[in-house]
């Protein structure tokens, strides 16, 4: 061995042997790195394909837990706005209550003769507009017959048609037998104000007998006069929204919309005389 190893010529051919295996080798692996960049040509497009999809993939599921997350908050903010909403309606049906019994404390001191009992609506005649209704005071806290009816906001209601021992009929003045004695505020001029049949529907007076030096116009305000002893003066009634004319210039009457909100009455003011009040105390006794 150490013989071979000592001859030049088997060195050299042992030498150009592992030259040519070398050869051999790098030859293969250039051509299995132009094979694979040969097959990189048609995989590249699929690849990018897993890609986009992959990405996508997680767009999606990143948007599946946002939407779960808003879903869960529009939840949570919707049962907020419920009870906020419940809160602003009971507040506001405190302040409601609250300015309506400011308004009645101010009305007590316009009628000196009179005290103001409140009643509660608890029948009243089918659809929106209606001649009569019940409420929930009588004889027996000093309510008779032909009272005045207000709101608190010191609109005209009616008057007391019947009293019952706890409950009394209210006829209001857009009923068809109603009448009152009225006036146009600042212009002056007694005038008479019903109730009109073909206007009943619509929740609308009729104001005639206008004195023929008294110009009405749209937007005057009529009130109570005081004549007739069922009504105080001052009461508000209404406002003018239309003149009409009939033959002449002369012969005419108004259309009056009451103060009073109809539709949604639920609790208005009796006017009792202050002597009458004191009988319904000793009765009581």
Known sequence: MRHLLGNRNFILVVVTVLLLILIGLSSQIESINQLGNLLSIPLNPLQKAFTFLGDKLDDFVTFFKDTRSMKLENEILRERVKILEEENRELRKYRDEINE??????????FDDYEMVGANVIAKDPGNWFNYFLVDVGTSSGIETDCAVLTGGRGLVGRVAQSHLTSSKIMTIIGEDSVVSGWIQEKGGNVRVKGDITLKDDGLCRMDYIPLDVDVEVGDIVETSGLGGIYPRGILIGRVIEVRHINSE????????????????????????????LQADSAAK
């Not at 009451?258 to 609790?267: E, G, Q, S, T, W």
């Open 250 to 277: 002369f012969n005419r009457y108004a259309i009056i919309e009451p103060a009073v909100d109809f539709k949604n009455l639920d609790k208005v003011y009796i006017l009792r005389r202050k002597d009458a009040s």
């Open 101 to 110: 019994l400011r308004e009645a404390l101010n009305l007590k001191g316009r």
